[in-house]
């Protein structure tokens, strides 16, 4: 009697599981979970805002100065990213063109001149103002002026050379000193030059011409940069760290997030075989998918803290006109299985699109992709709807705020679609830099007129390709931010794996991962959700800095807790003011305020 008794208990507990499976596998368990992807709005923080920044004396904040040609088109590209590295620092500066110079006022923290010194009237006016201890960048040097060269620590300039690579002499960019790379990720066209005695020098080529340099005169400094780079949107880092190396005591604001996408994520799985995947596992795509690749995925995330968007593609149809088919069965369960698990595992969800087919009316590509046209933004908004109806039946509670473009291209039809379809989704991820050629919808970290967040990606895949951790370094160095996205199936695809196994591109990307982890461990782990938020308190926040020879006072409003910032200096910290200083590399510190007024004394 006893043994029928446990065989029935057995039987009961065998059924309940399959239930709860069922259940699970339905999505109807899922239903019950109300996990509406709600994380610390700012709105949620008291608006703070110091109590003394109006009783100080508007002299006493610091400002800088950029002079500029805009005769120069390479001066023009270089003034406009110093403008923006400026906007991204939160420093004040007043920008006026070189024939206008008359005198210059001692009382700029730095002049940055982005002009040809062959145009620059009133050098002697410059002298003048570093002999009594201002701070120059020159950033766009050319000059054959002997006297002038002589000054900038030059002992023989010689002729015009086109060079690659880069090797930095000192950590110009955080945690990188001794880095060098061969390629012509980075490419200049520069004097030859011989330097003098009394020149540091920061940066060279790979070929050891002298790159950037500063060099102390009477009671200032003059900063050299011997290139063009600086005309490239990613190479601001090389400004924010050569600007930090310039002045005593430097500091600056920083969003602080490390952010990871999954494109296409969840979506259809490929039936059937890959030739190499069955090789080194004998699975099917869809079994390597499921028992290697994403355990594979969540273990490095464990490791090196990474929490990630995917963004959902709901068929890979090529259907642009209404009405929208509903994924298959197979999809909807992949959407159960790997969203469970990617919000178990402090992740997102986000929206790739109904299909793989970019928001552009015809002639918009100019790259032969094999896209489909779209006619209006009707047909967008239908489609945005269908993927909407499709995961809500899942997550029915969930608010998707992530829109990544397909391939990264978005037409404001598009954009204006995605508003109107999908109210919850008010975040655009595309991409910061654009490769050349490039149709990309390209952005800057900032809040547009319609109030959609933009959060761009930087860099992208899993192998390391020469050069890609220059665009790493770069931006964390003036952003404090770490951006990067990967495919499922970028192991299936020859170009992109670029012949390598899921194995040797599991290593290369957790090499990659770790290397954030190991020089970078102060960024904070975030969703595209969680970084959009901090990027709005972050943008919104206005900071004045009032600095003397031993300490730092940093007076914000529109504050809402915490802000971040990095501060280079030399000296002894002796003690901190309603802030958390840690050193990050040598005389390189992360500071870390709840407050709208805190101190660093020295």
Request: with cysteine.
């Amino acid at each position: 009697m006893k043994n029928k008794t446990v065989i029935y208990i057995i039987i009961i507990l065998i059924g309940i599981m399959g239930i709860a499976y069922g259940g699970m596998h339905s999505g109807y368990v899922l239903k019950l979970i109300k996990n509406v992807n709600e994380y610390n709005k700012i709105e949620n923080y008291g608006l703070l805002n110091s109590q003394h920044i109006n009783d100080i004396e508007k002299e006493l904040f610091e400002k800088h100065l950029i002079i500029y040609d805009k005769n120069s088109i390479g001066g023009e590209l270089v003034k406009d990213n110093v403008i923006k590295t400026y906007e991204y620092m939160k420093k004040d500066y007043d920008l006026i063109e070189v024939k206008d110079v008359k005198t210059i006022n001692q009382s700029y923290e730095t002049i940055v001149v982005t002009s040809d010194m062959e145009t620059f009237s009133s050098f002697e006016d410059l002298e003048r103002y570093v002999a009594d201890g201002g701070h120059a960048f020159i950033v766009y040097h050319t000059t054959t002026d002997g006297f002038i060269n002589t000054i900038f620590g030059i002992e023989e300039a010689g002729k015009t050379v086109e060079s690659n690579g880069i090797l930095l002499k000192d950590n110009l960019l955080i945690k990188n000193d001794g880095y060098k790379l061969n390629n012509n990720a980075i490419t200049n066209s520069m004097r030859d030059v011989t330097l003098s005695k009394g020149t540091t020098v920061y940066a060279e080529t790979a070929d050891s011409i002298p790159l950037l340099w500063d060099i102390d005169y009477k009671k200032g400094k003059f900063m050299i940069f011997n290139g063009t780079c600086l005309e490239g949107k990613e190479n601001r880092g090389i400004l924010a760290g050569a600007l930090g190396l310039l002045v005593e005591d430097y500091i600056y604001p920083i969003l602080n997030a490390k952010i990871c996408y999954i494109d296409d994520f969840p979506s259809p799985i490929p039936s059937g075989f890959n030739e190499n995947i069955y090789r080194d596992y004998g699975l099917t795509i869809e079994e390597f998918y499921k028992r290697v690749w994403w355990p594979d995925i969540l273990k490095g995330a464990k490791l090196y803290d990474v929490k990630y968007t995917g963004v959902i593609i709901e068929t890979y149809n090529d259907d642009v006109t209404p009405p929208f088919d509903s994924g298959s069965y197979d999809t909807k369960d992949n959407l159960i299985m790997y969203g469970r698990e990617l919000l178990k595992n402090n992740g997102e969800l986000g929206f790739h699109g109904y299909n793989h087919q970019s928001f552009a009316p015809e002639g918009f590509i100019k790259e032969d992709l094999g896209y489909n046209s779209w006619e209006s933004t009707e047909d967008m908004k239908e489609a945005l709807k269908e993927i909407n109806r499709f995961s809500k039946e899942v997550f029915p509670y969930y608010n998707f705020k992530v829109y990544v473009p397909p391939s990264n291209i978005l037409h404001p039809m598009g954009r204006a679609a995605i508003k109107e379809a999908v109210p919850s989704m008010n975040i655009l991820a595309s991409l910061y830099l654009a490769g050349e050629g490039s149709d990309a919808y390209v952005q800057e970290f900032e809040i547009a007129k319609d109030q959609i967040i933009e959060l761009p990606r930087i860099t992208y895949d899993y192998i390391n390709e020469e050069g890609e951790d220059w665009f790493i370094y770069t931006t964390i160095n003036l952003l404090g931010v770490f951006s990067h996205f990967i495919h499922p199936d970028d192991i299936l695809d020859p170009k992109r794996n670029m012949g390598y196994s899921w194995e040797e591109m599991k290593e290369q990307y957790n090499e990659m991962l770790k290397d954030i982890k190991d020089k970078y461990g102060w960024l904070r782990s975030m969703t595209a959700s969680q970084a959009a938020e901090e990027l709005k308190k972050y943008l919104q926040c206005d900071v004045k800095f009032v600095k003397n020879e031993d300490e730092i006072y940093g007076f914000m409003t529109n504050f809402r807790k915490d802000m971040y910032f990095i501060l280079r200096t030399e000296k002894e910290i002796k003690k901190t003011i309603s802030c958390t200083v840690i050193e990050i590399d040598k005389d390189v510190y992360l500071v870390h305020t709840k407050e709208p007024e805190f101190a660093v004394k020295f």
